[in-house]
């Protein structure tokens, strides 16, 4: 019988290779031009973030990136989208701290072995690890369909509030950013809220 050597590590630099392995693990999944190197780099210069790999036999075949924000980051972020956080409460002066789980991606052909849910598990333990007593996965819907949802529902998160397509700038900054959206003149992703853990804290 063959023994796997399974690690699950912070990636601390992003050489070539790392950084191919994991555009290629984004690229089968919805984001396809989405996950670069301008995309990882964010999350290996700020301290309050970090991007966590899976790997057998030294092969990388799934990753995770997640951060801390607060209130005005949540809200320069989802900037066209503030009257919604509004209605939640949420304001610049909030004393909101979110571990936010925004990316976990799977090597297409290592799918449904429990390894992204393993990864996000390690993810949250690493965001508590750091402080954090409520953690925020935004949650992309793609016709009406959650893929991530059943995976959420196994980890107790509750659903918080929908955005109604929140990467519409992006689509319109560039038109190929979203493979589904294809030859539709309309964004047609939209992305679910849920939290887990003490609730939001606000002012």
């Given at each position: 019988?063959k023994?796997?050597?399974?690690?699950?590590?912070?990636?601390k630099?992003?050489?070539?290779?790392?950084?191919?392995?994991?555009?290629?693990?984004?690229?089968?999944?919805?984001?396809?031009?989405?996950?670069?190197?301008?995309?990882?780099?964010?999350?290996?210069?700020?301290?309050?973030?970090?991007?966590?790999?899976?790997?057998?036999?030294?092969?990388i075949?799934?990753f995770?990136?997640?951060?801390?924000?607060?209130?005005?980051?949540?809200?320069?972020?989802?900037?066209?989208?503030?009257?919604?956080?509004?209605?939640?409460?949420?304001?610049?002066?909030?004393?909101?701290?979110?571990?936010?789980?925004?990316?976990?991606?799977?090597?297409?052909?290592?799918?449904?072995?429990?390894?992204?849910?393993?990864?996000?598990?390690?993810?949250?333990?690493?965001?508590?690890?750091?402080?954090?007593?409520?953690?925020?996965?935004?949650?992309?819907?793609?016709?009406?369909?959650?893929?991530m949802?059943?995976?959420?529902?196994?980890?107790?998160?509750?659903?918080?509030?929908?955005?109604?397509?929140?990467?519409?700038?992006?689509?319109?900054?560039?038109?190929?950013?979203?493979?589904?959206?294809?030859?539709?003149?309309?964004?047609?992703?939209?992305?679910?809220?849920?939290?887990?853990?003490?609730?939001?804290?606000?002012?």
């Open positions: 019988m023994i796997l050597m399974i690690k699950i590590k912070t990636v630099k992003l050489d070539k290779q790392t950084l191919q392995y994991l555009m290629k693990i984004g690229a089968d999944g919805f984001a396809r031009t989405y996950i670069d190197k301008a995309y990882l780099l964010p999350y290996m210069e700020d301290t309050n973030s970090f991007i966590l790999i899976y790997e057998e036999d030294e092969k075949l799934a995770s990136a997640c951060s801390i924000w607060n209130s005005q980051e949540l809200l320069a972020y989802y900037s066209e989208h503030i009257e919604i956080f509004k209605e939640h409460n949420i304001t610049e002066e909030s004393s909101l701290k979110l571990g936010m789980i925004k990316t976990i991606a799977v090597d297409i052909d290592f799918r449904k072995k429990g390894i992204g849910k393993k990864l996000f598990e390690e993810s949250e333990k690493k965001l508590i690890d750091m402080g954090i007593e409520t953690l925020c996965v935004p949650a992309w819907i793609y016709n009406s369909f959650t893929p949802g059943r995976i959420l529902h196994q980890l107790n998160y509750k659903f918080w509030f929908q955005l109604k397509q929140p990467w519409l700038y992006a689509c319109k900054d560039n038109i190929n950013f979203c493979p589904h959206r294809k030859d539709n003149l309309e964004c047609i992703c939209d992305s679910d809220f849920y939290i887990k853990g003490k609730p939001c804290k606000q002012n």
